[in-house]
T-cell receptor, first 113, second 116 residues
Framework: GDSVTQMEGPVTLSEEAFLTINCTYT??????LFWYVQYPGEGLQLLLK?????DKGSNKGFEATYRKETTSFHLEKGSVQVSDSAVYFC????????????FGAGTRLAVHP | DTGVSQDPRHKITKRGQNVTFRCDPI?????LYWYRQTLGQGPEFLTY????????KSRLLSDRFSAERPKGSFSTLEIQRTEQGDSAMYLC??????????????FGPGTRLTVL
């Protein structure tokens, strides 16, 4: 079945460092891809999405490109801030019509001043 | 747009008791989803409604679980005879499905269930 694999955390960075969180997927058909973020004590929030191959999703300085050839959707940010500390989830929406989300296990990011 | 709301936010119960959670989706969203999230894991799909019709149920949803969306608006998730393994965060999400529109799911804050 469809699945998402994320790099294990925690990822610990200093402020202004470059961030990459790897995400690869296995799916039949052509799923949409998402990054959700969960800040401490808060619910899941959509960070960005891409609906077809080569699309780039972007928001709040974060970017991810839908790479069909490598089945990847890596999250990047050029300069992280302390306020970016959170758990990041990669997810795919199955192309079967019901669009249920299949999530990775999440990657915890801790940014220190 | 008031967002997806869930009630209660926390529930502590004893093993064997029944519990019911409520989800109010974003108004006019026709799709509603329930997920379960355990500590250190990503959310796992439980079930899904389009309007009042329950269209898909995960194998995770045992016979002790039942979900309804009677008028296509709010939804309830009931767990009968709770077990310690039911302890988790239960998340609700809603989305709008329309022609030519890729629906995005918006999540509520979740109900944290602790079974003693």
């Amino acid at each position: 079945g469809d699945s998402v694999t994320q790099m294990e955390g925690p990822v610990t960075l200093s402020e202004e460092a470059f961030l990459t969180i790897n995400c690869t997927y296995t799916a039949t058909g052509y799923p949409s891809l998402f990054w959700y973020v969960q800040y401490p004590g808060e619910g899941l929030q959509l960070l960005l999405k891409a609906t077809k191959a080569d699309d780039k999703g972007s928001n709040k300085g974060f970017e991810a490109t839908y790479r069909k050839e490598t089945t990847s959707f890596h999250l990047e940010k050029g300069s992280v801030q302390v306020s970016d500390s959170a758990v990041y989830f990669c997810a795919l929406s199955d192309a079967g019509g019901y669009n249920k989300l299949i999530f990775g296990a999440g990657t915890r990011l801790a940014v220190h001043p | 747009d008031t967002g997806v709301s869930q009630d209660p936010r926390h529930k502590i119960t004893k093993r064997g008791q029944n519990v019911t959670f409520r989800c109010d989706p974003i108004s006019e969203h026709n799709r509603l989803y329930w997920y379960r999230q355990t500590l250190g894991q990503g959310p796992e799909f439980l079930t899904y409604f389009q309007n009042e019709a329950q269209l898909e149920k995960s194998r995770l949803l045992s016979d002790r679980f039942s979900a309804e969306r009677p008028k296509g608006s709010f939804s309830t998730l009931e767990i009968q005879r709770t077990e310690q393994g039911d302890s988790a965060m239960y998340l609700c999400a809603s989305s709008l499905r329309a022609k030519g529109f890729t629906d995005t799911q918006y999540f509520g804050p979740g109900t944290r269930l602790t079974v003693l």
